[in-house]
C-alpha cells in the first residue's frame, strides 16, 4: 500500500537557519504530493503542492521538489522564524474513490530566537 | 465560502463511556468527509471515509464508527471508549470529483483523553 516516511523530530534550529526536513514516499501510480502544516493548537491547513515529477510547489518561503527518481518530497526554507514552529506533515494522494491523504508521522519543528 | 466546523475542542471521558464526536461542512454540496486521529507521538491515520451520505468506509479495525446521516454531516462514535482511543481527532472534507491535487480542508480537532 501508499506510505509516506519523514524524518523523525523534533527539529530544533536558530532563528535564520536553513530548513530541511525529508520526505520519501511509496505509491503505484504518479501520486500528488502535499506538505501541511499544522500550528500550535490548530488543524491542519495545506502549506504546499506539486503534482507532477520536477515540479516545485512553494509558499511562505518554503519549497519542496517532486522528486521522482528518488520518490522523495523534501521541504527546504532557507531561513526559518519563530513563527514557523510547527509539525509538518508530508502527504501523498491518488485517484482512488475517496481521494483521501496519505500522511507522513509528521516532524515537530521549533524555531528558537 | 466553505467553513468546516468540528466539536467539542477537547473531551475527557472516562474508560468505557460512549463517544459522539460531530462535523459539519457548510458552503458546499456532496462532499467527501473523513475523520483523521494523531496519537501521541505518531502521524496521521486515516479512520473513516464518506463520498455520500449512508456510505462510509473503514480505513482500520477498530472501537469506533462512523455515520454520515446529512450531506454535510459526519459524526464519529464509540459505544465503549478504550484508553488507547486517546489522541486528536481531524475531520477533513475534500470537494467530490475532483483531481488528486486538491487541496484538502481540516477541522480544528478534537483532543480526546480517555481516562
Known amino acids: 500500500g501508499d506510505s509516506v516516511t519523514q524524518m523523525e523530530g523534533p527539529v530544533t534550529l536558530s532563528e535564520e537557519a536553513f530548513l530541511t526536513i525529508n520526505c520519501t514516499y511509496t505509491a503505484t501510480g504518479y501520486p500528488s504530493l502535499f506538505w501541511y502544516v499544522q500550528y500550535p493548537g490548530e488543524g491542519l491547513q495545506l502549506l504546499l503542492k506539486?503534482?507532477?515529477?520536477?515540479d516545485k510547489g512553494s509558499n511562505k518561503g518554503f519549497e519542496a521538489t517532486y522528486r521522482k527518481e528518488t520518490t522523495s518530497f523534501h521541504l527546504e526554507k532557507g531561513s526559518v522564524q519563530v513563527s514557523d514552529s510547527a509539525v509538518y506533515f508530508c502527504a501523498l494522494s491518488r485517484d482512488n474513490a475517496g481521494n483521501m491523504l496519505t500522511f507522513g508521522g509528521g516532524t515537530r519543528l521549533m524555531v528558537k530566537p | 465560502s466553505q467553513t468546516i466546523h468540528q466539536w467539542p475542542a477537547t473531551l475527557v471521558q472516562p474508560v468505557g463511556s460512549p463517544l459522539s464526536l460531530e462535523c459539519t461542512v457548510e458552503g458546499t454540496s456532496n462532499p467527501n468527509l473523513y475523520w483523521y486521529r494523531q496519537a501521541a507521538g505518531r502521524g496521521l491515520q486515516l479512520l473513516f471515509y464518506s463520498v455520500g451520505i449512508g456510505q462510509i468506509s473503514s480505513e482500520v479495525p477498530q472501537n469506533l464508527s462512523a455515520s454520515r446521516p446529512q450531506d454535510r454531516q459526519f459524526i464519529l462514535s464509540s459505544k465503549k471508549l478504550l484508553l488507547s482511543d486517546s489522541g486528536f481527532y481531524l475531520c477533513?472534507?475534500?470537494?467530490?470529483?475532483?483531481?488528486?491535487?486538491?487541496?484538502?480542508?481540516f477541522g480544528q480537532g478534537t483532543r480526546l483523553t480517555v481516562v
Open positions: 506539486a503534482t507532477k515529477a520536477d
Open positions: 477533513a472534507w475534500l470537494p467530490s470529483g475532483q483531481p488528486k491535487n486538491t487541496e484538502a480542508f
